[in-house]
């Protein structure tokens, strides 16, 4: 039985080899496309000496800035409203402008528990690609476990955002999470590809929500096309 669990990415060969080669932030070579639909990509490839495959998402967004992503993506009480499976989320410990600690609790279906998270948050950017990188990694220790949900305490999850040039932002996704239990199959599939897809392309629609398009963040800075 294949396992995986997400909490919570162009179609010709010459292009599929670019995003395969593509900035990446969980060590996988052998990315395989499971979805290529709407102008979105979701991959997923084997994590040495895990049981457990990494996801990769990636899009590109028209008419956006790295502010913008970044805002949105640092907006952790918005999550339910584009994350797929994302419950609730809140910021424990705000320690600077380019780092946090977040609870994340995600929405399995019956008769999965619950699964929530403790995340050490790291932005950066790139000073000469101007890319921007978010680093997520569980901690554990910092909010008491609740009833009825299975804290993770290993999850990686990142993002990062390149500059195309006219205002085109390259978004890549990359997950890989120990579930802590073995899931049925049905879930396993359902959380390594419809998850982050139906995630991406939330996030596509919520970017364009005026709190986020307007966004300026101190530490980014935005390329000139």
Sequence with gaps: MERAFIATLLSTSLLLGTIANAQTTIPVDDWQLRRDRDGIQVYSGNIEGSPYKAVRTVTVIEDTSLSALVALISDAESCPDWA??????????????????????????????????????????????????????????????????????????????????????????????????????????????????????????????????????SFVQEATD
């Design 84 to 217: 797929d499976r994302c419950a609730e989320s809140y910021v424990v410990e705000d320690q600077s402008p380019t780092r946090a600690l977040v609870y994340t609790h995600n929405d399995l279906p019956f008769p999965v528990k619950d699964r929530d998270v403790v995340s050490q948050i790291h932005w950066q950017q790139n000073p000469e690609t101007l890319a921007v990188t978010m680093e997520s990694h569980a901690v554990s220790g910092v909010v008491a476990e609740q009833r009825g949900r299975l804290r993770l305490t290993h999850a990686d999850v990142n993002w990062v955002f390149t500059p195309q040039g006219n205002h085109q932002v390259q978004v890549i996704n990359e997950a890989h999470i120990d579930p802590g239990s073995s899931l049925p199959a049905w879930i396993s599939n359902m959380l390594l590809v419809d998850t982050p897809f139906e995630t991406v392309r939330s996030l596509r629609a919520e970017i364009r929500n005026k709190d986020y398009s307007d966004a300026e963040v």
